[in-house]
Structure formats: C-alpha cells, structure tokens
C-alpha cells in the first residue's frame, strides 16, 4: 500500500525539511484521492441517468472527500505503530488494526449523514455535518500519525 511505500522511503524524506504533521498530511491527502476519484466517477453517471438523485450523490461526493482522507490519516496512523513486513504475524495484525481503525473513525461521520438523511434532511445538507465530523476527527489522526512518523527510524 501507499502507507508501507512512504515507510520504505522515510530516511529519504525525514532528512528534508519538513514538519512531520506537513508530511503525513500531504501522504494522506495524496492516498485520499484515490479513493475521492473511485466515488465520485460513479457518482456523475449515476447523476446522469438518475438525475433526481441528485442531493443524495452531491451528498456522497461531499462525504466521499473526508472520509477519503480520514481513512488514510487513520491507515498511516497504524502502519506506523507495527511496520514490519518481514513478520508475517505483525502484517496480519496490522491489517486487522487498520481495519478497526477504519470503522472507529468512520463510524461517527457516517452515522452522522445516514441519520439526518432519514430523518428528512437533503443529501447535500446533511453531508456537510458530517464532512465537518470527519474532518474533526481526521485532523487528531494526522497529528497522531505525525507524532509516530516523528519517532520512527527505519533502522529499527
């Protein structure tokens, strides 16, 4: 994954002369596009054969933006607290904990948009709550995951 490449390039970036938090922030945003671009292109054909569905995949698109970059803030996160690919026993749990660590964050942002659209709020507007959730939880992991890159040598 993008998350095990940037471990195996850390000694390279560490020596450059940037904040830990700039960092992460900038691998996790970088990874979060991906996963932006896989939502959003179904999204617009979706749209255009659908088109009264529209509040609810502006809603999904708008979501699909913090989630992205929450995902990958808490897969950096874990993939620095057990980063040996060497032990096969570490890779399996790591993967494990990625995925707690994936439904722990997200759950609160998803939650948050799945409830107020079926208590009658538009898509898009009930999005925007819940953006706002993700992003109040995915800044803590940046710098969470920032501190672990901090203290992170290769060589150990």
């Known amino acids: 994954t993008g998350s095990?490449?940037?471990?195996r390039r850390v000694d390279v970036v560490k020596a450059m002369p940037f904040a830990p938090w700039r960092v992460v922030a900038a691998?996790?945003?970088a990874q979060s596009a991906y996963g932006v671009a896989v939502v959003w292109i179904?999204?617009?054909a979706l749209a255009l054969l659908?088109?009264?569905w529209w509040h609810l995949l502006?809603?999904?698109?708008l979501l699909t933006v913090g989630l992205s970059f929450l995902t990958c803030s808490a897969v950096l996160a874990v993939s620095f607290l057990f980063p040996d690919e060497d032990d096969a026993t570490q890779t399996q749990f790591r993967r494990l904990m990625i995925l707690l660590g994936i439904v722990i964050a997200c759950a609160p942002p998803v939650g948050?948009?799945?409830?107020?659209?079926?208590?009658?709020?538009?898509?898009?507007?009930?999005a925007l709550p819940a953006l706002a959730l993700a992003a109040g939880i995915a800044v803590p992991a940046v710098m969470v995951a920032a501190g672990l890159y901090a203290g992170f040598n290769?060589?150990?």
């Open 4 to 7: 095990m490449e940037m471990l």
């Open 50 to 52: 659908q088109p009264s």
């Open 154 to 156: 290769p060589s150990e």
């Open 42 to 44: 179904p999204c617009l």
């Open 112 to 126: 948050a948009f799945l409830g107020l659209s079926v208590i009658g709020w538009p898509g898009w507007l009930a």
């Open 58 to 61: 502006l809603g999904a698109c």
């Open 27 to 29: 691998e996790a945003l």
